[in-house]
Structure formats: structure tokens, C-alpha cells
């Protein structure tokens, strides 16, 4: 903690890298003559300093000031300031700042309302951080002219901030643009989206996507009902989580080679093979997967009562079938 003399020689010093010095400092509290002093440093430097401290509440005269800095590096550390409510010709001189980094922080903020013309104006900046900021935006509903631009805007980062507004209701072209884009981030996020019933085409196409994640957010959709192809793509997959989704899907009756390959997978997969109720095996078959596995802790009892499941019912068919027999005259 430094003493009231040598923080005062600190913060007035001729050489300009001491007073940063000190300005970066936060082991003091400024009394409001200092903060006064240092906010009108002939440093742009040590100005952007003070306004980047947090231990002062600045006066409406302070903040004006900042905002109108000629140095933008000032401008920009009074913009990211929350401890004022700006006033509308502040917003307005912010958001047409000449440097992107002011008109950035602005439009981050969400202590003011914006006009149509000044969303207009930020969706359609030079820079795509500034789209990009004004594209994850949620105080305002964009027209379908916006929308499109959105979407189809050169830089992906803002093309999937838009993919993800549900304030709107795409079109099937645009549904099919997304669903295509060269990217695959993008292409997750309108495999996500509920408000479309896709084609068979864009099933197959989602389904069969390079990128592992998008395969398995359309193998988790319930807005489908999967062929036997799909489901033998699906069950065989690369990527085992895909596997697991497909086995936990109740659309479909497995085959007997489809169960065993399941089984067979790993114990997640297994698993989830083993919460369905919808497919049996000949207990030999099941007997010989459970000699596979038994040295298994979680996947053994499992398969030990469902093993006895199916016995029990082989028991009782063959039970009922030799009183049939018994039962029959003995001229037949």
C-alpha cells in the first residue's frame, strides 16, 4: 500500500510510463481529484487507463468527455463502461464511430433500446464482429429482408448467429441453404431447429453428414420415421454415440443381426440395447454373447436376466407344445 506522498508523485510524474504505471495499480482508492486529474492526462495512454478503473463513479461531465475523445482507445474504455445511462446522442455518436472496436463495444450494450435505422446500420457493418454482435441482439424482431442477409452473410460465425434466432420462420430455400452450408457448425444448428419438416432428401443428407455431431442430431429428430437403410446406416455408424442414439430409438424393429451386433458394442451401447423390450434371441445365441461378456460387472447381470427371461418363455412354448401333443387322439 503505497503512502498519500508517493502515490501523489506517482500519479503527476513527468515521464508518462510512471503515471500508466500507477494508473494500472489497484492497491489505492483515488480521491476525486486525482480521478479528475488523470481522466485529463496528455496521455491518451493514461487516460484509457483511468477509464478502464473500477473504484470511481465518473460525472455525467466525465463520460461525455470520454465518449468524445479524440483517441479511440479512450472512446472504447468509456463505451465498455456500465456505471452510466447513456444518453440517446451518445448511443447515436457510438454507433457510428469511425473505429469498429467502439462501435463493437456498443453495440454489446443492452442499456438502450436501438431505432430500426440504427439496427439497420449495425447489421449491415462493414465488420463482421459488429454484425455479429447486432445478429445475437434479441431487442429487436429483424424483417425478412435482414433475415436473409443473415443468412447468406460471407462470414459463417454470423451465418450461424443468425441460423440460431428463432424469431423468425425460415423459408425452405433458406432451410436448404443451411442445411448445406460448407460449414458444419452451421449445419448442426439447422439440424437442430424444430420449425421445418425436413425432405427425405435432407434425412438422408443429415444423416450421412462427414461431421459426426450433425449425424447424431438428426438421429436424435423424432420428426421422421427412418427406413431400414437409415436405421442399418445408423446402427452401424463409426462414431458409437451415433450407435447408442439409434439403438435408443423406438421407431423400429430390430433384426436378430442387428441386436447381436448391438450387444456385441460397447456398454453404452450394449446398454441401451438392453432397455429395449422389443427383440428376443434364441437363449443359445444370448448364451454365447453372455460368455463373451461376463467378465464385465455392468453388462453381465443384464444379461444373466434377460437370458432368463427368454429360457422361461422357451419353457413355457415347449410345455405348452408337448400337452398339444398329449392331447391329440391317437389315431392322428
Not at 502515490?7 to 513527468?14: F, S
Not at 510512471?18 to 485529463?40: I, S
Amino acid at each position: 500500500m503505497p503512502t498519500i506522498k508517493e502515490l501523489e508523485a506517482g500519479l503527476t510524474h513527468k515521464d508518462l510510463w510512471v503515471r500508466l504505471w500507477w494508473a494500472l495499480q489497484e492497491n489505492f482508492t483515488p480521491t476525486p481529484e486525482q480521478v479528475k486529474r488523470g481522466l485529463r492526462d496528455t496521455s491518451c495512454r493514461v487516460r484509457a487507463a483511468w477509464a478502464e478503473r473500477e473504484d470511481f463513479t465518473p460525472t455525467p461531465e466525465q463520460v461525455e468527455r470520454g465518449l468524445t475523445d479524440q483517441t479511440p482507445k479512450v472512446r472504447l474504455a468509456w463505451a465498455k463502461r456500465l456505471d452510466f445511462t447513456p444518453t440517446p446522442e451518445q448511443v447515436e455518436r457510438g454507433l457510428t464511430d469511425q473505429w469498429y472496436g467502439v462501435r463493437l463495444a456498443w453495440a454489446k450494450r443492452l442499456d438502450f433500446i436501438p431505432t430500426p435505422e440504427q439496427v439497420e446500420l449495425g447489421l449491415t457493418d462493414e465488420d463482421w464482429q459488429v454484425r455479429l454482435a447486432w445478429a445475437q441482439r434479441t431487442d429487436f424482431t429483424p424483417t425478412p429482408q435482414q433475415v436473409e442477409r443473415g443468412l447468406t452473410d460471407p462470414h459463417d460465425t454470423v451465418r450461424e448467429a443468425w441460423a440460431k434466432r428463432r424469431d423468425f420462420t425460415p423459408t425452405r430455400e433458406q432451410v436448404e441453404r443451411g442445411l448445406k452450408d460448407k460449414k458444419s457448425n452451421i449445419r448442426l444448428v439447422w439440424a437442430k431447429r424444430t420449425d421445418f419438416t425436413p425432405t427425405p432428401e435432407q434425412v438422408w443428407r443429415g444423416l450421412t453428414d462427414e461431421d459426426c455431431t450433425v449425424r447424431r442430431t438428426w438421429a436424435c429428430r423424432k420428426d421422421f420415421t427412418p427406413t431400414s437403410k437409415q436405421v442399418e446406416r445408423g446402427l452401424t455408424d463409426s462414431y458409437f454415440l451415433i450407435r447408442q442414439t439409434w439403438a435408443e430409438r423406438m421407431d423400429f424393429t430390430p433384426t436378430q443381426e442387428q441386436v447381436e451386433r448391438g450387444l456385441r458394442d460397447y456398454m453404452d451401447v450394449c446398454l441401451a440395447w438392453l432397455k429395449r423390450s422389443d427383440w428376443t434371441l434364441p437363449s443359445h445365441r444370448l448364451r454365447l454373447i453372455l460368455l463373451e461378456r461376463e467378465s464385465h460387472p455392468y453388462i453381465r447381470p443384464l444379461l444373466e436376466a434377460r437370458l432368463k427371461e427368454i429360457e422361461t418363455r422357451e419353457s413355457q412354448a415347449m410345455h405348452w407344445m408337448v400337452e398339444r401333443l398329449t392331447d391329440m387322439p391317437e389315431w392322428f
